[in-house]
């Protein structure tokens, strides 16, 4: 049994040792690979606000993201707080939403003319990570004084 034992520690080949020193250098080497978090473009802010109450109708709607946007398959619709819920609501947003060409997380869409009311702005945007993205504000257009 002694004489077996001694035969396996001279044995060529790997060492306890070895492996360790092994798994360290592999652990250090994952732990130094950038690992890409799954997330999405979130909004950042907005032109109007929030929850704004306006004069005016705003001419458009600004975005601003905290990644940057593809150009395509990005929509923007903008429609009265009372048909947030119908299939049958109309959206106020005039054409396309536009990257901006200089900071690729500004999207604008003009707008129509709008009437006095609150107004639901809903997005889905596509990120450059490949993610969609959808979301929310609201912002109210009072009768002027």
Request: proline fraction near 6%.
């Amino acid at each position: 049994m002694g004489m077996e034992s001694a035969t396996v520690r001279n044995r060529p080949g790997l060492s306890w040792h070895t492996i360790s020193n092994g798994l360290w250098a592999a652990l250090v080497i994952f732990m130094l690979i950038p690992i890409q978090v799954e997330a999405h473009a979130r909004l950042v802010r907005s032109n109007p606000s929030d929850q704004a109450v306006l004069t005016n109708t705003p001419k458009q709607i600004e975005l601003w993201f905290n990644e940057l946007l593809e150009e395509k398959l990005n929509s923007v619709e903008v429609f009265t707080a009372e048909s947030a819920q119908s299939k049958e609501r109309v959206n106020q947003a005039d054409g396309t939403p536009k990257i901006d060409r200089k900071d690729r997380t500004h999207m604008t869409v003009t707008l129509k003319l709008l009437s006095p009311g609150e107004y639901v702005v809903e997005w889905r945007v596509l990120s450059r990570d490949g993610h969609s993205a959808p979301g929310r504000i609201r912002f109210r257009v009072s009768t002027p004084k």
